[in-house]
């Protein structure tokens, strides 16, 4: 559970928690460019990101966003579960909404960075063997690459369970999701833009209001040594080449305008900022 609130001008953020676990998948094979020994530099710093010599501990972070009378949330997750495939924990969310005295009937849209199997989970919930929209009066949003890239049976293929026919296809299927282009207005204030490589449709979200500024960055970033190695590439990105392309633009940007950045798989809440120390670029966490 999460208790954070943040405010950007007039938008309110609140952080929320699906889970936080030990990655099943060892560093090695989860970043296979670096060398394991590298992660010891970022152990003192991050300490809550790693678990024993071999594993990443990584959290699961989703965020609620008012803005202009919208309530939006981004990502959603793993979803109910359990999940085998990672120890048969289950995801959270629905009850750290509750205890954020959040209803789900209050969210109008449902933002997904990226369709990723662990920011789409909680999409639906099955009620007697039916997948059905947990979030009642939503629209739900994501870039028009990612819709189509996923959907390829080849990408499908590669998913531990067949995570897009229970949490994306019955929303498609019912009229409720919708596509964006590589810029998108979630409200005058809310604007999600790509931010590609991690996937094709992959989206970062620009918060700016009353002369404030603030991203949520979706998985530009997965772990905080990215901000200082931005070479290094997990095993998920779908093409590292633009990955990394996108991770040097965005933190080039970053750093020069010291801007706050949200990042849903860093030790929560996942607020920080790029700063540099010694010639070389660091996450420094909170504000
Ligand atoms: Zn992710």
């Known amino acids: 559970m999460t208790d954070f609130n943040m405010q950007v001008g007039e938008i309110q953020i609140v952080a929320l928690t699906d889970m936080n676990l030990v990655y099943p998948t060892p560093l090695d094979e989860l970043w296979p460019r670096v060398p394991p020994a590298d992660w010891d530099r970022y152990r003192e710093s991050f300490p809550d990101t790693f678990e024993g010599a071999s594993h990443m501990r990584i ?3 989703c965020y609620l966003v008012r803005s202009a009378g919208k309530t939006i949330l981004i990502d959603t997750g793993y979803g109910d579960g359990p999940f085998e495939n990672l120890g048969g924990v289950r ?8 205890s954020n005295k959040i209803d789900p009937a209050e969210v109008d849209t449902v933002f997904m960075s990226h369709l990723h199997v662990d ?14 929209p947990t979030f009642p009066n939503a629209r739900y949003v994501a870039h028009e690459a990612d819709l189509a890239h996923f959907r390829k049976p080849e990408v499908q293929a590669n998913a531990r369970y067949p995570y897009m026919e229970r949490y994306v296809e019955p929303l498609v299927k019912a009229g409720l999701f919708d596509t964006l282009g590589d810029e998108a207005d979630l409200t005058p204030d809310v604007k999600a833009f790509l931010t590609p490589g991690h996937t094709p449709g992959h989206m970062s979200v620009l918060l700016a209001s009353s002369g404030e ?3 949520i960055q979706g ?4 772990h905080p040594a990215q901000v200082t190695e931005a070479e290094w590439t997990p095993l998920f990105d779908n093409d590292a080449d633009v990955a990394i392309r996108t991770r040097r633009r965005l933190l080039d940007e970053w750093e020069s305008e010291g801007m706050p950045i949200i990042s849903c798989h860093f030790p929560a809440p996942g607020l920080g900022r790029v700063v540099r120390y010694e010639g070389r670029r660091y996450w420094q966490v909170g504000l």
Do not use: K, Y
């Open 219 to 222: 998985d530009v970033l997965i």
């Open 59 to 61: 959290e699961i972070g």
């Open 119 to 132: 920011h789409v989970g909680w999409n639906t919930r099955e009620v007697d063997g039916q997948w059905v």
């Open 91 to 98: 995801g959270e969310l629905m009850a750290d909404l509750v």
């Open 213 to 215: 500024r603030a991203v």
